[in-house]
């Protein structure tokens, strides 16, 4: 079990006095490791010490009782099946952020994380791709076999500065060659044929694009 006490604030995050949370869960097994404490009581001190935290297994569960680790600056999810990323917004901190093997509905609830920088949601499945445009600060993003076939949703995000796009079903670069400041590009194992697009994008310094379509470069 873990025994949130005392009110420490976290930017607009509390923790409030006295919450008893019954864990017993694959969340409170990473943070007892992370912290080494194995048995006993944690306190709200324990917790805001993790910046720094990958779940393995995650279920939703688990994800629901990230609210009581407002300090997160990077995070890992490892899960399988439907998750929902609202809790997350309780954490305003977050810069980077990774999860793997998930179903995800969509992106609003990242919407809210103004410090987030980097998004990482390779080898997971996105029913409504269309939200990523929202994350208009983002500078890094991994989107490997995501099954992914337009990228009409990326055009508004003009920071960013490396885009992996591996392993999905994509044809056309256009949507793409806005992306001022883009400097690295993975689009290995798409079907695309014509990297044209590409040519107005003047700062692009690495661009990886094997097992596709494209004879000439």
């Known amino acids: 079990m873990i025994r949130v006490s005392n009110i420490i604030p976290c930017v607009e995050t509390y923790i409030n006095v006295e919450i008893r949370v019954e864990m017993k869960n694959q969340f409170e097994r990473t943070i007892r490791t992370k912290l080494g404490i194995h048995e006993g009581e944690l306190d709200a001190a324990d917790l805001l010490k993790i910046t720094t935290l990958q779940i393995n297994s995650a279920s939703q569960e688990d994800i629901n009782d990230l609210f009581l680790t407002p300090s997160l600056i990077n995070l890992t999810i490892i899960c399988e099946g439907d998750i929902d990323l609202s809790p997350l917004n309780a954490l ?11 179903n995800i509905e969509h992106f609003s ?17 996105i029913a409504n791709f269309s939200k990523i445009s929202s994350l208009s600060k983002l500078i890094s993003l991994r989107l490997k076999n ?16 490396t885009l992996n ?17 883009l400097k690295s590009l993975d689009i290995e194992g798409n079907e695309i044929s014509n990297l044209d697009p590409l040519s107005s994008i003047d700062g692009i310094t690495w661009i990886h694009a094997a097992r596709n379509y494209v004879r000439d470069l």
């Open 92 to 102: 305003p901190l977050l810069d980077s952020l990774r999860i793997a093997n998930a």
């Open 109 to 125: 609830p990242l919407e809210k994380l103004d410090d987030l920088r980097n998004l990482d949601v390779s080898d997971s499945q």
């Open 146 to 161: 995501c099954d992914i076939d337009d990228l009409a949703p990326l055009e508004g995000l003009e920071r960013l500065s």
């Open 165 to 181: 796009l591996n392993e999905n079903n994509i044809e056309d670069l256009t949507p793409i060659s806005n992306l001022e400041e």
